[in-house]
């Protein structure tokens, strides 16, 4: 079965960054979408960013572009969500997903698997 495991969370002030990781197991990976979402306890679970294994576009929520980046290890089977100029507000548990679509998917409904998530804490 696929398995998905995240790390890199962790407490960080605002303005700094933090690098989450994204153990996959149990799938063809390379035939994937791998993205991140969030959840705050204060909000619905959001799409965070997304890398497509279709066209290898990636896609990010408007509230992260140009701090977030995406990128994903096929021969590893890794992906990563490089955070920069880390806000208060993006303090939320953050989840690696996979989705098998064969049309870009950045809804949650989209991913058919989810890691168990890691935390993310930006004090300002």
């Known amino acids: 079965h696929v398995q998905l495991v995240e790390s890199g969370g962790g407490l960080v002030q605002a303005g700094g960054s933090l690098r989450l990781s994204c153990a996959a197991s149990g799938l063809t990976f390379s035939r994937y979408t791998l993205g991140w979402f969030r959840q705050s306890p204060v909000k619905e679970r959001e799409f965070v960013s997304a890398k497509s294994w279709i066209n290898d576009n990636t896609y990010y929520a408007d509230s992260v572009k140009g701090r977030f980046t995406i990128s994903r290890d096929n021969a590893k089977n890794m992906v990563y969500l490089q955070m920069n100029s880390l806000k208060p507000e993006d303090t939320a548990v953050y989840y690696c997903?996979?989705?098998?679509?064969?049309?870009?998917?950045?809804?949650?409904?989209?991913?058919?698997?989810w890691g168990q998530g890691t935390q993310v804490t930006v004090s300002s």
């Open positions: 997903a996979a989705s098998a679509r064969l049309r870009p998917a950045v809804a949650p409904a989209d991913f058919g698997s």
